[in-house]
């Protein structure tokens, strides 16, 4: 008798122990006709914007349950990349700007060129470069989800107080040089501008203002070794040399968002997702004002990061997948998604209705961004050489060495890295 | 009334087995008992919930990255064997050697808090010191804050323009820097952190231990003429030497494994990361920005032999310095 009841604790242990870890591995299924999907996503301030859309997909599609997924952003990477190789992975993910080659080179995007062609989804709404994005070795791994541009922000009150014209679309770099060191006063300090080491929304732009490229069209060697180059890293590092800017050590210190905020910066480059940052401080949002980026000697030029969504290539129902996507990405979807502010939608009729979250700034400067933004450069392992780009361009700005040097040692470093993937 | 009876006891009707028979047969009769297997199995039971854990969090891990480090691994997966291709790539990589050094160097710096930590609790152990409750919870609390709050406030702390340290640096005249963004600095600045907030560990274990030196000693020191200071070197240090030990071996271990402090401190758009990493920094660096597992595990297997190489050492030379009483 009481053996046996030690055997049969035994068993309940195993079965308790076993069933466990069942249960680990049986999410994600259907159960009673009902599909679950589940949608990462990485940005908590879109989360309320992304719930919205979702909901009226489940309210026209009522056997597909969906279930957000939202990561912060500093651990997103390292978590999808652990999910997408064990088991446990998403359906739909976002992919962080230049890192969709990864996931559709990894095998773990699935490629949905047929699925657009079947359907005739009109991918011109989204623009050129927003297309070429999101393509890999000729096939479509993604949908455009938000487009990332920048703008030149500037803060009135030091504009007025400077007895300046506030910038607008005809500026070029000398403009903008010459109002830097007019609205810099060191007794109270006060900078005209930030120069920081931001490859998407300082150094990338200008580079391609100067009329340069940073990857060869086959994408297999860098081209950064260029007098464009030289060009764009002199701009921004001369801003720091004469004094415009702070330095490189203050601006990593100090975000530099965050000096333009409290007016120690009267002149900023940064993105659009930044316009929310601005107008949660509505005294200030009031006095700021944003212009295209100041041409270079090619003209006016800007990044233009997609971000688009992924689906997973082992996800289990892929058809059901696919209508979520592609009701995200439908101009009333999108019309849904812009209605709430957050991150800007890729097509230019869905960035004019988002614009209109935004009264106080002219933000019509996005929206045709669209048509004239290059793409955010991108190959299989953009982390790799971005990081050892960065690295090599330090130097310069930290004024230890000319920008031709840092452009060529950086071009160097991006070939070999290019080279190896 | 009764006499005891003395006379021996009588002869038993059956023959007396010898003793080792015996013994024999109730070690069988207990060896065929079905509770003891059962009472291995239970024992197992109860240590089962742990060597399970360790196994599949620690063993196979380990094992995994051993594979790992042999093979050519995207980010996905996709696993090919590439022999020592990762290693020779990883002893070829001048960021390796850097990020290891600095390991080094910031574990040594972390080890002279070790000295600072045993005259802290030499004397907030005095005998008759007032407010020992005081001391004793200021000391302490860093190790109850989160790291990751610690190092925020010593990052504002550090700040090139605002922050207090320049501040005090500038009231007495001496040079100020941006501690945390200049190269020269960054990793000596992260390793005065590991040691402030190490400090409380170190004293509560060092207190312990002084409260089992008896008292005694220090009054038969006392008549002996020792002041504080020979008291400390003679008496204190070396009943001490076990715990000092102790210590010494897990902040070996805990400073050559330092990320949270470089991540948080740093973080990886610092232009001083890339000079002042660490060697499991590196290891995240390659893992997890660059994608590059195989080459990853690696640097974590690497670092795993050189942790058990020191530590074995560190167990060699204790037998020459340290007193067990």
Redesign the interface.
Known sequence: MR?RS?TSL?AA?VVVLAGGISACSSSGGSSGGTVNLTYEMFAKAQEPVVRKAVAAFEQTHKNIKVTILDVPPAQY??KL?TQ??GGTSPDLYWAYGGELP??AS???AADLTSRIAKDKLDMSAFGSTAVSSVTYDGKIYGLPHSAAVPALWSNKKLFDAAGLKYPDATWTWSDLTRAAAKLTDASKGQYGIAAP?NMQSNVYPAIYQAGGTIISSDGKSSTLDSPACAQAVGLWTGLIKSGSSP????M???DPNTMFLSGKVAMLYALNSTADQWMAAPAFANSVDVAPLPAGSAGQATTLTSVPILMNAKAKHQDQAWQLMEFLSSPQGLADQAGQGGAMPPTTAAAKLWAKNYPQFDTKVFSDELAYGKPYPQSK?T??WF?DIT?AL?PA??LKSSPADACSAAAKVMTSDLGSE | MNVVDKRPPAPMHHRAEPADRQWRKAQRRLWYR?PRV?EA??GW?FVGPMVIGVAIFYFWPILRSAYLSFTAS?????NKWSGLANYRGMLSDSEFWLALRNSFVFTAIVLLGIPVAVVVAALINRRGLRLKGVYRALYFLPVVTMPTAVALVWKAMY????GIVNRILSAVGLPQH?W???PHYALYAMAVVSVWSGLGTQIVIFSAALQDIPPELYEAAECDGAGWYRQLRSVTVPLLTPSIFFVLIISVIQSLQAFDLVFVLLG????AT?QAETIVYYFY?RT?????PGMGSAVAIALMLILLALTGWQFRLQRRWVHYA
Do not use: C, I
């Not at chain 2, 995207?74 to 996709?78: A, E």
């Not at chain 2, 997890?288 to 590059?292: D, G, I, R, S």
């Open positions: 053996k030690r035994l242990a990477r390292t990349q997408l190789q990864l996931y990894g095998g773990v080491m330095s490189l050590a203050d990593v210190e100090t392992n982390a790799k990081k690295t330090t700005w930290q | 079905r059962s199995l239970w039971l995207g980010p996905f997966g996709g700040n090139g323009q605002y941006n945390l963004v200049d990886p758009n610092n232009p890339p660096d997890f920005l660059q994608h590059e």
